[in-house]
């Protein structure tokens, strides 16, 4: 069945006349009756239901107005037009009507040939009324004019100059030909396109703007009352060709007269260029189907993809090229609602000439268009796609392995790190704390039986360099295990060590918590010993008056901002110098629990630290070394267990357990010289041998010699000489105190020095 035929609604509320223009409209083959309506409320919803191009409508029908009916029909259908057919041709009626805009009167009584006409001529924006209405619509003007004027004159004079005018504002090219088939007048348009004047049209024959291969085509097309549009080339003053539309018919008038309509098809041949190009160009595929699913472009991409030739393709049902069903029933199901096809798109299965399938990607797009609703069709080829993506999600699980296996690893290493810590802060506490203490205890015992004054002082000095050492001591105790992050406080461990800081260099500080999930203890440690790097160039080097810490909470992780006010630095100058690893330690720490880190200074303004690490659990996760232990896990029992260590940053005062003297008598050890027996006078206190049994280590055989690159200098590279780091009194354990009890000690006959 054909597809160009003119689509009609007819609206009637009597059931014969309704029927009996039904069956003229079947009947006709260049006309498809697409509705019925018996009310203008019907005829209006199926205008807009049906979207016809002529809607034959009675004038009086219930439930609304013809003149209301006409404007809503126009309004929501742009491209209808009305034809009115009724039983009442009153000049009112009439009038109203056409104010409206219905493109055709006709009076019920009209000829069938008649009926179809006018609906045809409708359909190309002609306007017909019935002969019978013309004279009663123009008795105004006949009872206005002279009686000398006759009446064919006057109407047809004053109609013809009107429309003529009318037709010199139309948008496209008009030429009126007169009788011997010659120009008489042409419009601004017309002149315009073929490059001439209105003195060089005049007089010129129609077949003179065309080539020699059209000129039969222009006489048939002045010959006949009305003709189609028809495509053609027009041929302008210079002699260049444009493709151009010729439609035209005859001039109702005082005498016979031709006007041919001429339309420049220059842009829409270049649209239509650039539009093929466009699809030719394109690197998918692409097809071009009508509403019965038959191709009716493909471009050169088609070809390649599927191995047909085009003309092959033309003509042929889509489902040779996809023959999944989800794409007919789609193409069907929204043949009525095409604004749902934009931007839609499917995973199908193509198929190639060689029965070979693929997987493929259709994107669906609706192309409006005169001959009606097309839809192009945007073909890729996947195959490429799902094997990168398939790579893709195995590179994604290979992804997820190796950050499983980093953060395990990262949980071992910062165990160990921190487990070695651990038992470097044991041993300082059990062997190197506990061997000072009982040298302080022997210095003050044999500070009482000196008489001499000088050596006295001698010996009071080197007491309080004991004092310093075991001061200096306790605090690198704290360095290595901060007692706050044993009970899991990131902050607190942090103003600890910030208070430190201040304490020794006189730097303010200010620290924002602002995280509000509890680090994992590995995560934890980590973030405090790469601040604790920060920090320390802040102590040594930034010369700042003050510091701000901040620890925020940022895309499921942790951001630890530090900002001094200090000299700052040149980056560049700083890292390309030997020896300053501070901030590679920063930045490598950060990378290894999967974050980042960020440095900036410049001279004069200051540095900015951050670094940003994941709070997610860590697989392999093993408790630290934190917190209470069991005793059996120290050298010394419960003496050094790590749970009784809690010195407070920049205290001087030992922990109670230091000062205790029990302990110091080991029954496994009986050969161990006894305060008891000290002999003031043995030189061995003046030049003490390497292998003298009194400087063994009381608790451990394996007692590890002094490290000779400290050169007499702590662990902070300070000078243990120099009096101005002599810090406040640190007295060793009280002899007097009533808990701790004096041991007797034996002195010599008749020496009463107490």
């Given amino acids: 069945m054909r597809d160009d035929r003119i689509r009609v609604v007819v609206a009637d509320d009597d059931p014969v006349v309704r029927e009996a223009l039904a069956d003229l409209i079947d009947s006709h083959p260049d006309l498809a009756l697409v509705g019925l309506a018996v009310n203008h409320e019907q005829a209006v919803r199926a205008a807009a239901e049906h979207r016809p191009r002529v809607v034959v409508m009675d004038v009086h029908m219930p439930k609304g107005d013809a003149p209301s009916s006409v404007r809503a029909i126009r309004e929501r259908v742009p491209g209808a037009r009305v034809v009115a057919l009724s039983a009442h041709g009153d000049r009112e009626t009439v009038l109203n009507m056409l104010t409206a805009g219905a493109t055709g009167y006709l009076v019920k009584g009209t000829p069938a040939e008649e009926i179809t006409e006018a609906i045809t001529r409708a359909a190309r924006d002609q306007f017909s009324m019935a002969g ?97 549009p028809s495509a053609m080339t027009g041929r302008r003053r210079d002699g260049t060709e444009f493709p151009a539309q010729f439609s035209g018919g005859h001039l109702q008038g005082r005498r016979p007269r031709c006007v041919v309509f001429v339309a420049d098809l220059s842009r829409l ?65 929204w043949a009525d609602s095409p604004e749902e096809l934009m931007g839609h798109s499917m995973e199908l299965v193509g198929r190639r000439s060689d029965a070979k399938q693929f997987p493929a990607d259709v994107s669906i797009s609706p192309l409006r268009t005169e001959d009606g609703l097309l839809t192009v069709l945007t073909i890729r080829d996947i195959t490429e796609v799902q094997r990168a993506q398939f790579v893709l999600e195995r590179s994604l699980e290979l992804l997820e392995v190796t950050d499983r296996d980093r953060q395990a690893l990262l949980s071992h290493l910062v165990h160990a790190q921190e487990a070695e810590r651990g038992r470097i802060a044991a041993d300082i506490h059990d062997d190197t704390i506990q061997v000072i203490t009982a040298a302080s205890l022997r210095l003050q015992q044999l500070r009482r039986r000196l008489r001499d004054p000088e050596e006295q002082r001698v010996m009071e000095k080197l007491d309080e360099t004991l004092k310093l050492s075991l001061s200096r001591l306790r605090q690198l105790i704290f360095d290595l295990r901060p007692s706050s992050l044993e009970h899991g406080c990131l902050a607190a461990a942090l103003r600890g060590l910030l208070e430190q800081i201040r304490t020794e260099t006189g730097v303010e500080y200010r620290l924002e918590d602002r995280i509000a999930a509890k680090p994992p203890p590995e995560t934890m440690a980590l973030i405090y010993r790469t601040a604790q790097e920060a920090l320390m160039n802040v102590r040594k080097h930034a010369r700042a008056k003050t510091v701000h810490v901040q620890l925020l909470g940022l895309d499921d992780g942790c951001l630890v901002r530090i900002v001094d006010d200090g000299q700052g630095y040149n980056p560049l100058e700083v890292e390309s110098r030997p020896g300053h690893l501070g901030l ?96 003031v006078e043995d030189p061995g206190l003046e030049d003490p041998r390497p292998d003298d049994p009194r400087l063994e280590d009381p608790r451990r055989e394996d007692r590890r010699p002094e490290d000779p690159r400290l050169n007499g200098r702590d662990l902070h590279g300070r000078d243990l000489n120099d009096p101005d780091l002599a810090g406040p009194d640190l007295d060793g354990p009280d002899l007097d105190h009533p808990e701790l009890g004096r041991p007797e000690l034996h002195r010599p006959e008749g020496d009463t020095q107490p």
């Fill in 584 to 679: 590679s330690l920063i930045q490598e720490r950060a990378q290894i629990a999967g974050g980042w880190c960020r440095i900036e200074s410049a001279p004069g303004a200051g540095t900015t630290v951050e670094f940003w690490v994941p709070l997610g659990d860590t697989p392999g996760h093993r408790p630290l070394p934190f917190g209470p232990a069991d005793a059996s896990d120290y050298p010394g029992g419960g003496l050094g267990s790590p749970g009784s260590l809690e010195p407070p940053p920049g205290s001087l005062e030992p922990p109670a357990s230091l000062g205790s003297l029990e302990g110091l008598d080991r029954p496994d050890r009986p050969d161990r010289p006894d305060a008891d027996g000290l002999d």
């Fill in 269 to 333: 041949r270049a649209a239509e260029s650039r539009f093929r190009q466009l699809i030719e160009s394109s690197p998918d595929a692409m097809v071009i189907v009508d509403s019965a699913g038959r191709i009716q472009t493909a471009n050169r991409r088609t070809e390649a993809l599927f191995g047909y030739d085009r003309d092959q393709l033309i003509g042929r049902a889509v489902e040779a090229l996809l023959p999944d069903q989800p794409l007919t029933i789609s193409l069907r199901d």
């Fill in 132 to 228: 019978e209405l013309v004279a009663d619509c123009t008795e105004p003007l006949r009872r206005a004019d002279r009686a000398s004027w006759r009446f064919e004159e006057l109407v047809g004079g004053r109609l013809e100059e009107s429309y003529l005018e009318l037709l010199g504002h139309a948008p496209c090219g008009v030429l009126i030909v007169g009788a011997r088939g010659r120009i008489e007048s042409a419009n601004a348009h017309a002149r315009h396109m073929f490059g001439y004047s209105s003195a060089e049209l005049r007089d010129k024959r129609l077949r003179d703007l065309v080539p020699d291969r059209y000129r039969t085509a222009t006489e048939q097309l002045v010959g006949r009352l009305f003709t189609a």
